[in-house]
């Protein structure tokens, strides 16, 4: 299989293509990317030498260049979105720009090409919150921050294709991933760096909102499942039942690195937080995929990860991080960073 991935550059998407080389000795990867702030040529350090790797700086939006490389590739598997809640209430225009429109850029091109198959990657986020039991794949999208919106419009261009062009696409729906490589603005990799250097950890409200937490490579691994064993026009959730709250998080950081609980710091939460994700990941375990990794080992690698590999996130965290972080945690408490 020939396979191009775009946003491999990424946390996720760079995960994916590591595990594709190494598992998989006949695909070959063209990874297209943007660098973006959250893209890092690093991620991807162990695969350049790899003869089956090539790497291209560009757009998804960019029609030229995506419609060339779909011909170069048998499937086209779509990790490519701005992918943070918090700078979607920010500046949504990018979201809408890369995750909508990019995604239609990446259809068409895949349907000239006349690829058959094509995988999209969603979130459970575009279920919206989930007060009680867990969302199914049938389940209506009711996404309520611009970040879910842009994804579940992604989705819904997808829907359509398979609907009028017969376009043999399928669509996972990971939950909240964490591990290596993440850049440090999310929450788990935040709270590990911040307690490294004994800077406050940002906790949402009063920290009770639920997360379904994964494991980035049991994540990939079932994207992986999806794009070869699932049926085109079938959706798959990824999930690992790892439902754990945002003070709960930031407890085990302190606990795994021995800091101090006042490291804890309650801001002002979110505009339209939503309070509990959780997935039914059924259909996929139904192929063969579960998850590997529990949220107590998974923390521990990521924790451990961090502390060892402080060459890798150091330059990340550099003035405009902390611009935005200014701009986005407003603390509840006096002392506060």
Not at 30 to 42: E, F, I, P, S
Not at 83 to 89: E, F, K, T
Not at 194 to 223: K, M, Q, T, W
Request: with cysteine.
């Amino acid at each position: 299989m020939r396979l191009l991935v775009t946003g491999g550059a990424g946390f996720i998407g760079s995960e994916f293509v590591r595990m594709t080389l190494g598992e998989h000795p006949e695909d070959a990867v063209v990874v297209l990317d943007k660098l973006t702030y959250a893209g890092n040529l690093r991620n991807l350090e162990s695969v350049r030498a790899d003869a089956r790797f090539r790497f291209v700086h560009g757009d998804i939006g960019d029609a030229g260049a995506v419609g060339g490389l779909a011909r170069e590739c048998d499937v086209i598997v779509n990790f490519a979105a701005e992918s943070h809640v918090d700078r979607s209430l920010e500046a949504p225009g990018q979201f809408i720009l890369t995750d909508v429109y990019g995604t239609y850029a990446l259809l068409e091109a895949a349907r000239a090409a006349g690829h058959e198959r094509f995988l999209q990657v969603s979130t459970d986020e575009v279920y919206g919150e989930v007060a009680v039991g867990r969302s199914q794949e049938v389940d209506p999208l009711r996404p309520r921050s611009p970040y879910s919106a842009s994804k579940a419009g992604g989705e819904m261009l997808v829907q359509a294709y398979r609907a009028s062009y017969g376009f043999p696409a399928i669509v996972t729906r990971g939950s909240n991933t964490y591990g290596w490589y993440q850049y440090p603005e999310k929450i788990i990799p935040l709270f590990i760096t911040n307690a490294i250097d004994d800077e406050p950890l940002p906790i949402y409200g009063d920290g009770s909102a639920v997360r379904d937490y994964i494991f980035v490579s049991d994540h990939c691994r079932g994207i992986d499942m999806a794009l070869r064993q699932g049926t085109p026009g079938e959706d798959y959730n990824v999930g690992a039942r790892g439902e754990v709250s945002g003070v709960n998080v930031a407890d085990a950081v302190l606990r795994l690195l021995g800091k101090a609980a006042d490291l804890k710091q309650f801001v002002r939460d979110r505009p339209g937080h939503d309070r509990r994700y959780a997935l039914d990941s059924s259909k996929l375990r139904a192929l063969g995929w579960q998850p590997e990794v529990g949220f107590d080992e998974g923390l521990e690698r990521a924790v451990r990860w961090y502390v060892d590999n402080q060459d890798w996130w150091r330059p990340l965290k550099s003035g405009d991080f902390w611009d935005f972080y200014r701009r986005n945690y407003k603390p509840l408490q006096s002392g506060a960073r």
